[in-house]
């Protein structure tokens, strides 16, 4: 399998359109997307871990102070809980499918074999150092812009179902009781920049709500929600 980052021309196409910025340093862009096994194989090309130390630095400033000010009433341990699901490597992972880094990051033979475009670890921190690349192009404003974009709905998303308001999981455990199981069909209208996203959440063939949201996951969420209430009779929350 070959490197599909080796033309850091053609990644920054790719990434442009999820970043909605192009990296205009070509260089920064191709240094965030090399892990140390390519590096280790090709002298004189260098790896992410230096623009992955900055990125994680940077993230967490960016959505701190998007808590800080999303969430006014937030007290000082609920903000570090939002921060640290959002920040944590699954998340990041997560963000890396979207930006289809698995297809973009260059790795050595020796990771590529052992399934590297799939581990999180690896994923995870190429996020960052894209992070921090940006940065370095463009500011803080910039980074900001795209934690609002692709972290702030995972943050509003954690404030709205903690625990007990996880409705899919609720839904999944009374569906799967009664021998059924629960899926999700997802669509997206709007500009990047104000998606909006429609769940209908079916089992055994029927169609049983329709969610929306600002996020794939929150309009599961809501359809998950819309067929409890359903069930129950009244809203679940009461």
Do not use: C
């Not at 960052?128 to 943050?155: F, H, K, N």
């Not at 009781?177 to 055994?204: C, K, L, M, N």
Request: hydrophobic letters at 40%.
């Amino acid at each position: 399998m070959s490197n599909a980052a080796s033309e850091p021309t053609g990644a920054a196409g790719r990434l442009e359109a999820a970043l909605a910025y192009r990296i205009s340093d070509d260089t920064l862009l191709t240094t965030a997307l090399t892990h140390g096994s390519y590096a280790s194989e090709h002298p004189g090309a260098a790896d992410y871990q230096r623009l992955e130390f900055l990125g994680d630095a940077v993230l967490e400033v960016a959505v701190t102070r998007y808590v800080y000010e999303e969430f006014p009433e937030a007290t000082e341990g609920e903000m570090t809980l939002l921060r640290a699901g959002v920040v944590s490597e699954p998340a990041l992972a997560s963000v890396a499918r979207e930006w289809g880094i698995p297809q973009l990051v260059r790795l050595g033979r020796g990771e590529e074999l052992t399934g590297g475009r799939d581990k999180e670890s690896i994923l995870s921190d190429v996020v960052e150092s894209l992070l921090a690349a940006v940065y370095l192009d463009a500011g803080i404003e910039q980074v900001e812009r795209i934690v609002r974009e692709y972290w702030a709905p995972m943050i509003t998303e954690r404030a709205e179902t903690p625990g007990g308001r996880d409705y899919k999981t609720r839904l999944q455990e009374i569906l799967v009781a009664d021998g059924r199981d629960v899926e999700y069909a997802v669509t997206e209208t709007g500009p990047q920049h104000a998606r909006r996203f429609t769940a209908i959440a079916r089992s055994s063939g029927d169609d049983l709500a329709t969610g929306t949201g600002t996020s794939k996951k929150r309009a599961e969420q809501d359809a998950a929600r819309r067929v409890l209430d359903g069930f129950a009779g009244r809203s679940v929350d009461q």
